[in-house]
């Protein structure tokens, strides 16, 4: 199981921090990610990261301003998002990934959390 946290309103160009946390045994070995999902929209990637956190990706659209990060010990991963605007309005979601890689697409996902609201406006 998954579970998000962290969401909220904020206003343009404000923070968010965005946790997910599991007590599943094996996240220490599961790629994880972050997608998001706003209304009347399909599920979009935003950032995965690998299962040690030396390899992570980035959508174009949140390049430069969210990072990722994951901390095996506690067995969470967090998105940093800065500079937000009105665009980054979504429900977030959770994602792992067997594997252990990066990924980049929803369908890539083995395992999701309930989302977390993110709402951007002034």
């Known amino acids: 199981q998954l579970e998000e946290s962290g969401g909220g309103l904020v206003q343009p160009g404000g923070s968010l921090r965005l946790s997910c946390t599991t007590s599943?045994?094996?996240?220490?070995?599961?790629?994880m990610g972050w997608f998001r999902q706003a209304p009347g929209k399909e599920r979009e990637f935003v950032s995965t990261?690998?299962?040690?956190?030396?390899?992570?990706n980035y959508a174009d659209s949140v390049k430069g301003r969210f990072t990722i990060s994951r901390d095996n010990l506690k067995k969470t991963v967090y998105l940093q998002m800065d500079s937000l605007s009105l665009a980054d309005t979504a429900d977030y979601y959770c994602?792992?990934?067997?594997?252990?890689?990066?990924?980049?697409?929803?369908?890539?996902?083995?395992?999701w959390g309930q989302g977390t609201q993110v709402t951007v406006s002034s």
């Open positions: 994602g792992a990934r067997v594997s252990g890689g990066t990924w980049h697409n929803a369908d890539g996902t083995d395992y």
């Open positions: 599943g045994r094996f996240f220490n070995n599961y790629g």
């Open positions: 990261i690998d299962w040690s956190g030396s390899a992570t």
